[in-house]
């Protein structure tokens, strides 16, 4: 029994028997505060991703290019340019290694 003149200074956590579904609210919402967390549950970060969350996805070859490095270094860097099977995105995707962009043709998987 609590005295009703008592203020409620000190009193910050909800309790007794039913405090317990308050508690988890309360700490349900300050989750959200954390960065680390609002980063890790935030479904705008799959959206913005185009393999939307995967490490790997297939996709079909729509052409082949070269693009420059940028300053101070100078090489034409091999890509293709790949429109994702699952999203229909197009992505621009390096080809590893000397010579493998020739074994690599429009229309492949």
């Known amino acids: 029994n609590r005295n009703p003149l008592q203020s409620n200074m000190g009193r910050c956590k ?4 039913n405090a317990a579904r308050k508690m ?13 967390y609002k980063k890790r549950h935030n479904l705008s970060s799959l959206k913005a991703n185009p393999f939307s ?3 790997h996805a297939k996709g ?14 100078s090489a034409i860097r091999k890509c293709v340019r790949v429109q994702l099977i ?3 995105k197009k ?3 390096f080809v590893p290694s000397d010579g493998c962009l020739n074994f690599i043709e429009e229309n492949d998987e």
Do not use: F, H, Y
């Open 14 to 17: 909800p309790m007794g028997i």
């Open 24 to 36: 988890k609210e309360i700490r349900k919402k300050n989750k959200w505060a954390k960065k680390s």
């Open 60 to 73: 079909i070859v729509t052409e082949r290019l070269g693009i420059e490095a940028k300053q101070p270094n």
């Open 53 to 55: 969350g995967s490490s």
């Open 91 to 93: 992505i621009t995707a």
């Open 86 to 88: 699952k999203n229909g």
